[in-house]
């Protein structure tokens, strides 16, 4: 349970939520835990399995306080909005940043952090290997193109030749791993590798993560400023993910293969095609759930918050930029 903002996140079960004297009463097992003023708070999102009396709920619709319901799993399950609190202003900020030069600033910033992330990453490893250094020193360079760049198209070429001289790093930064799981290059649709089956699975879920996210504060999950409007895709999801692919991702994959946590015999082929075995998927998602409870520091709040709370956070930023509250969107860069 932390407050950020004026946004309380829950991420405790068995909590009971409750009302009392214009106060958010947050208790567990018959014992008060703490009590927040409504007063102090603008949404509250639950991720978590807890209970909230029907008092809670009428007090938060009096003082238009939305309640956001987001699975352990990071789904998003809806909110309780009351009758009346509405984010149709929102949107239409959105809609009207699509339409203008915003657009250009959120997608740069978007790349600007990712790019930020790899060169963060892969300095972890540049001592040992030589031409890591060198991928990090022409991703340094291409910061300077992104920054002088006009067009959201420019920033995709820019940002697609990053991730290219990114990728071409992972066998290297594979220590010791068996030859099964080497990376060797990115395959989608399908993932032709253990690795890639894994890498994919997790840039999904990330991505639903990131759509719960981007609804639990009002925004058009399929209006995205980087990525182009495709039908049934949530492009803004896509936006969001790009700024966590590197620091909570990659890093995890990587990690969890060079420790022999994940091996090749979590995985099964077909056609080609590798996936996760039933074991091997309940074994993965298992310890990244557990992954993602890791604290980690989170720079703009000066507050330590789980990994799994990062994309509502940095939702909660990109609404406050659309709303002109802040006057640039800040990337989500890398906490070590």
């Not at 009971?16 to 007063?39: A, F, Q």
């Not at 807890?50 to 009096?62: D, G, P, Q």
């Not at 820019?158 to 991730?163: L, S, T």
């Amino acid at each position: 349970m932390i407050v950020v903002g004026k946004i309380l996140y829950i991420m405790t079960d068995g909590l009971y939520l409750n009302v009392d004297h214009d106060s958010v009463e947050i208790g567990k097992d018959k014992r008060i835990i703490t009590r927040i003023p409504l007063v102090s708070l603008s949404q509250i999102i639950v991720i978590a399995n807890v209970t909230i009396s029907a008092y809670l709920l009428s007090s938060c619709n009096r003082s238009k306080i939305s309640i956001s319901y987001i699975s352990p799993f990071g789904r998003y399950l809806g909110t309780f909005n009351g009758t009346e609190v509405g984010n149709v202003s929102l949107r239409m900020k959105q809609y009207d940043a699509f339409k203008s030069e915003e657009k250009i600033k959120i997608a740069k910033n978007i790349v600007l952090g990712k790019t930020v992330n790899q060169m963060a990453f892969l300095a972890r490893y540049s001592a040992r290997h030589p031409n890591v250094e060198k991928v990090r020193s022409y991703l340094a360079s291409e910061i300077n193109v992104l920054l002088d760049s006009d067009s959201v198209e420019q920033i995709r070429g820019i940002e697609g030749d990053c991730a290219a001289k990114y990728f071409s790093t992972f066998d290297e930064l594979l220590e010791g791993c068996d030859s099964e799981m080497k990376f060797v290059e990115r395959s989608r649709r399908p993932p032709k590798n253990c690795f890639n089956s894994l890498l994919s699975l997790l840039y999904t879920i990330e991505t639903t993560t990131c759509t719960a996210a981007v609804c639990a504060y009002g925004l058009d999950p399929y209006l995205g400023y980087l990525h182009e409007i495709h039908p049934g895709r949530a492009s803004l999801s896509c936006d969001l993910v790009e700024e966590f692919r590197t620091p909570v991702i990659d890093s995890y994959v990587i990690k969890s293969v060079n420790l022999k946590k994940i091996t090749a015999k979590d995985f099964e082929e077909s056609e080609g095609t590798f996936s996760l075995t039933s074991e091997g998927k309940k074994k993965v998602l298992t310890d990244w759930e557990k992954y993602k409870e890791t604290k980690v520091g989170y720079k703009l709040w000066d507050k330590e918050v789980p990994i799994k709370v990062l994309p509502f956070l940095q939702a909660q930023l990109l609404g406050q930029y659309l709303r002109g509250d802040i006057s640039e969107y800040p990337p989500f860069t890398d906490w070590r």
